[in-house]
């Protein structure tokens, strides 16, 4: 028999080309472990899958619909798909993750909903451009517009604050819309603005959330959050039907209590929002080295030279460039202060010795 052990090397310095490299965190992972005690009923008809759910309404202070899916492409596209029929659209911005990173799912899942990609300049949208939108045809032979998804955080790293979000709902309630949040990095965006989850969202006028756990410090699972409950219905039939009800769905749901109970979500958001800033103002002031957007949740993405990029990618880091061009550099929950520390002295020597 060859040895198939993986040598201990696969264990390479820290990177932060994605948020979703980090493993899992102690509090996920216990309550994985304490879930996995003993049998008990699949399909969510169990514990776990009760007491998660109470756990997010609480957070939310809010008699939500709960559900809970593997990721967050499946939770968006049936959230969005419960807002619309066939011949609907969804505004979206142009870096908006279900139009630039889903393969269509959201379309595929709706039966063809079609997202209307409206101009923004730094990956948010702003009540004017989904007006313009919104109200640029109203003819049969036009998609009828029916929701909004925001990103919050967006893909850009920025934040919306709960006036904005405000805003934008108030068009939406104005022109007849359903507003979606896709919160992949939601806790970043509320560790970010100080603020309670309800006034980002059900109070801020967001009828459906996606909650993301994985990018959050989970292992996998995504919470979907209907707080017009209405649009809930069936919806436990649609994620039977795109193959996103777990059978053994305590594990989905058990780690949800683990990061709620003594608020490791937060922290965790805290934390990479900090490590982002860390290096933001390390590396501030060099020449010809600049955040591409404002550095306000868990992301950098630096403007910097070709050359000062491919000296990084020769010292071994990784990275994106894949929105704006820059280097795209996540943080998340388990980021090393020490290794964010040597990624700043690697772009300043890069920079120095341009
Ligand atoms: C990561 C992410 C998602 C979810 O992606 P999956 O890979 O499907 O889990 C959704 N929206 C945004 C903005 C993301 O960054």
Same mark, same amino acid.
């Given at each position: 028999?060859?040895?198939?052990?993986?040598?201990?090397?696969?264990?390479?310095?820290?990177?932060?080309?994605?948020?979703?490299?980090?493993?899992?965190?102690?509090?996920?992972?216990?309550?994985?472990?304490?879930?996995?005690?003993?049998?008990?009923?699949?399909? #969510?008809?169990?514990?776990?899958?009760?007491?998660?759910?109470?756990?997010?309404?609480?957070?939310? +202070?809010?008699?939500?619909?709960?559900?809970?899916?593997?990721?967050?492409?499946?939770?968006?596209?049936?959230?969005?798909?419960?807002?619309?029929?066939?011949?609907?659209?969804?505004?979206?911005?142009?870096?908006?993750?279900?139009?630039?990173?889903?393969?269509?799912?959201?379309?595929?899942?709706?039966?063809?909903?079609?997202?209307?990609?409206?101009?923004?300049?730094?990956?948010?949208?702003?009540?004017?451009?989904?007006?313009?939108?919104?109200?640029?045809?109203?003819? *049969?032979?036009?998609?009828?517009?029916?929701?909004?998804?925001?990103?919050?955080?967006?893909?850009?790293?920025?934040?919306?604050? *709960?006036? +904005?979000?405000?805003? *934008?709902?108030?068009?939406?309630? +104005?022109?007849?819309?359903?507003?979606?949040?896709?919160?992949?990095?939601?806790?970043?965006?509320?560790?970010?603005?100080?603020?309670?989850?309800?006034?980002?969202?059900?109070?801020?006028?967001?009828?459906?959330?996606?909650? #993301?756990?994985?990018?959050?410090?989970?292992?996998? #699972?995504?919470?979907?959050?209907?707080?017009?409950?209405?649009?809930?219905?069936?919806?436990?039939?649609?994620?039977?039907?795109?193959?996103?009800?777990?059978?053994?769905?305590?594990?989905?749901?058990?780690? !949800?209590?683990?990061?709620?109970?003594?608020?490791? !979500?937060?922290?965790?958001?805290?934390?990479?929002?900090?490590?982002?800033?860390?290096?933001?103002?390390? *590396?501030?002031?060099?020449?010809?080295?600049?955040?591409?957007?404002?550095?306000?949740?868990?992301?950098?993405?630096?403007?910097?030279?070709?050359?000062?990029?491919?000296?990084?990618?020769?010292?071994? !880091?990784?990275?994106?460039?894949?929105?704006?061009?820059?280097?795209?550099?996540?943080?998340? !929950?388990?980021?090393?202060?020490?290794?964010?520390?040597?990624?700043?002295?690697?772009?300043?020597?890069?920079?120095?010795?341009?």
């Amino acid at each position: 028999m060859p040895d198939t052990a993986l040598p201990l090397t696969i264990l390479a310095p820290q990177q932060f080309a994605s948020d979703n490299y980090a493993g899992i965190c102690p509090e996920a992972w216990n309550a994985m472990h304490e879930a996995n005690a003993g049998s008990v009923p699949a399909y #969510g008809d169990d514990p776990w899958t009760q007491r998660a759910a109470d756990a997010l309404r609480d957070l939310f +202070e809010h008699e939500a619909e709960v559900f809970f899916a593997f990721n967050g492409t499946a939770a968006n596209s049936m959230a969005l798909a419960s807002l619309c029929q066939s011949y609907h659209s969804v505004i979206c911005s142009a870096t908006a993750h279900v139009e630039t990173d889903e393969c269509g799912a959201p379309e595929f899942f709706s039966n063809g909903s079609k997202l209307l990609v409206a101009a923004s300049t730094d990956g948010k949208l702003t009540p004017d451009a989904i007006r313009a939108m919104a109200t640029s045809r109203s003819d *049969i032979h036009f998609p009828k517009p029916r929701a909004v998804t925001i990103t919050q955080p967006t893909e850009t790293g920025l934040v919306y604050t *709960i006036d +904005e979000v405000k805003a *934008i709902a108030a068009v939406c309630l +104005e022109l007849g819309l359903r507003l979606h949040m896709d919160g992949a990095r939601f806790a970043n965006a509320c560790a970010a603005l100080n603020c309670a989850p309800a006034d980002i969202t059900w109070k801020a006028g967001v009828d459906v959330l996606c909650f #993301g756990g994985t990018k959050n410090g989970m292992g996998v #699972g995504e919470a979907i959050l209907f707080f017009d409950r209405g649009l809930a219905q069936d919806f436990d039939y649609r994620c039977k039907q795109a193959g996103q009800l777990a059978s053994k769905m305590r594990f989905l749901a058990a780690p !949800w209590l683990g990061m709620i109970k003594d608020g490791a !979500w937060l922290r965790n958001g805290h934390h990479a929002n900090a490590c982002a800033r860390r290096l933001a103002d390390k *590396i501030s002031g060099l020449p010809e080295i600049e955040p591409i957007f404002a550095v306000q949740a868990n992301a950098v993405f630096l403007k910097a030279p070709e050359s000062v990029l491919d000296a990084l990618r020769a010292k071994g !880091w990784r990275f994106y460039t894949f929105i704006g061009g820059g280097a795209r550099l996540m943080f998340a !929950w388990d980021a090393d202060p020490a290794r964010v520390d040597q990624l700043a002295a690697d772009i300043k020597n890069a920079s120095e010795s341009k």
